[in-house]
């Protein structure tokens, strides 16, 4: 906060600005980097496909000097309840990670034709320091599936898990999932 004392005919002002997070962008510290596999070899990338290349997306209102990226990955015996996952990552100067985590959410569901199964959640996961939107949808183009999302100032991510599960735990899976693959730019 920024603060100015004003004296004017004997009567004091005091004037403050507050900075604003959205009305700039912040320093790029963070990138998604996928490995070829997850959370210490539970998912390896699915055989045949490869992780897509980092696409430099258009500068928004939200989002500069942004990549993306999609990748699918299968599940070992180790993996649990998910089978598959594919997983959608941004990175760049973010702003609104709110509006992000939501939009990443829908963008995967397709909204238009969706039921959700479970209504959407935001869960905070224990030694996460964002917020996890979840929920569990189902279409005729796609199945059921279970959509976790995060956003932070440099990173955004979407996990699809299929089959589908409970928020919870989706959300404790995309946490170690983002934890594998968020890496400092400098590293």
């Known amino acids: 906060m920024t603060g100015v004392l004003v004296v004017a005919g004997g009567a004091v002002y005091v004037a403050a600005a507050f900075d604003n997070p959205r009305t700039s ?16 070899g539970a998912y390896r990338l699915k055989e045949g496909t490869f992780v897509e290349p980092a696409k430099k997306l258009y500068d928004a209102e939200d989002r500069k000097d942004a990549k993306d990226f999609r990748a ?19 990175y760049g100067r ?3 990670s709110t509006l992000q985590r939501h939009d990443m959410v829908m963008d995967a569901t397709i909204a238009n034709e969706k039921t959700v199964v479970v209504p959407r959640k935001e869960i905070q996961v224990a030694g996460a320091n964002v917020v996890f939107s979840c929920e569990t949808a189902s279409s005729q183009s796609y199945g059921t599936k279970t959509v976790c999302a995060w956003a ?5 991510g979407c996990v699809e898990f299929k089959p589908h599960s409970s928020l ?6 995309t946490s170690r999932i983002r934890d594998d693959m968020r890496k400092p730019i400098d590293g």
């Open 25 to 40: 962008f912040p320093t790029a510290t963070y990138k998604l980097v996928p490995p070829s596999t997850l959370v210490g």
């Open 72 to 90: 699918t990955y299968t599940g070992a015996a180790k993996a649990g309840a998910f089978q598959e996952l594919t997983m959608r990552g941004l």
């Open 94 to 96: 973010l702003k609104n």
């Open 152 to 156: 932070d100032e440099n990173t955004a």
């Open 168 to 173: 919870e735990q989706a959300a404790a899976e």
